[in-house]
């Protein structure tokens, strides 16, 4: 495994830049091992077993069902483009992307786990993790971008398409990751797969308190 996170993020062999076939086994591997580890990690927090456990089955879901669910959008938005042919190649730049985010965070979890042996403050923690998955994602548009920049030299309509996934991908994933959260879990709260107010809406929920705040003078 540590062999195909090497290639992954060397850009090299099965994950080279191209129009190859692509490698769905092995990247959505990666996905579940770096996935799993990190969220392993993620959920320590207040040394409580059963969160650690909830949040290594989360992650993974929130990388892989994110994509899935936008993929259907993408593939039209591509074709709309005149690039359907160009999909595969697309999607091997998409899916390397979530692979390295998967690998990145997954090697910054000993640093998350040192964090936490350092502080018992909830909030700092769930701000941290937070940075923990920004430097992920710079990590995994980094490699897309190494998959995309063939594609752009010969048709810079890439760019919208890339525009496209990642605004839609974005979007689905902060709505994902709130119906899943906890991942960090507070220590003075039981321990829960979901919060009781799961299938609310992020959006909504950020509108409401921003609108309190203003409400009461802030």
């Given at each position: 495994?540590?062999?195909?996170?090497?290639g992954?993020l060397?850009?090299e062999?099965r994950?080279a830049?191209?129009r190859?076939d692509v490698?769905?086994?092995h990247l959505?591997a990666?996905?579940a091992?770096?996935g799993?580890?990190?969220?392993a990690?993620?959920?320590?927090?207040g040394?409580?077993?059963?969160?650690?456990?909830?949040?290594a089955?989360?992650?993974?879901?929130l990388?892989s069902?994110?994509?899935?669910?936008?993929l259907?959008?993408?593939?039209?938005?591509n074709?709309?483009?005149?690039?359907?042919?160009?999909?595969?190649?697309?999607?091997?730049?998409v899916?390397?992307g979530?692979?390295t985010?998967?690998?990145?965070?997954a090697?910054?979890?000993?640093?998350?786990?040192l964090?936490y042996a350092?502080t018992?403050?909830y909030?700092?923690?769930v701000?941290f993790n937070?940075v923990?998955?920004?430097?992920?994602a710079?990590a995994g548009?980094v490699t897309?971008?190494?998959?995309y920049?063939?594609?752009?030299?010969?048709n810079p309509r890439?760019r919208?398409?890339?525009?496209?996934?990642?605004t839609?991908?974005v979007f689905?994933a902060?709505?994902?990751?709130?119906?899943l959260?906890?991942?960090v879990?507070r220590?003075?709260t039981?321990?829960?797969?979901f919060?009781?107010?799961a299938?609310?809406?992020?959006?909504?929920?950020?509108v409401?308190?921003?609108?309190g705040?203003v409400g009461?003078g802030?």
């Open positions: 495994m540590i062999r195909e996170a090497d992954l060397r850009g062999g994950y830049a191209g190859g490698p769905w086994t959505a990666l996905v091992v770096g799993v580890l990190y969220g990690a993620m959920g320590a927090f040394a409580r077993a059963m969160q650690a456990v909830f949040s089955t989360k992650v993974p879901i990388l069902a994110a994509t899935l669910v936008c259907p959008n993408f593939y039209v938005v074709t709309l483009l005149g690039l359907r042919d160009d999909f595969p190649a697309a999607c091997r730049g899916f390397a979530q692979a985010l998967a690998i990145t965070i090697a910054l979890a000993p640093v998350t786990l964090v350092s018992d403050d909030d700092f923690a701000v937070g923990v998955f920004a430097i992920g710079v548009q897309l971008q190494r998959h920049r063939a594609l752009i030299a010969a890439h919208i398409g890339r525009a496209a996934w990642l839609l991908y689905v902060i709505q994902l990751a709130w119906t959260r906890p991942f879990g220590p003075e039981p321990t829960t797969f919060r009781e107010e299938w609310s809406n992020a959006y909504v929920e950020v409401r308190k921003v609108a705040a009461r802030y």
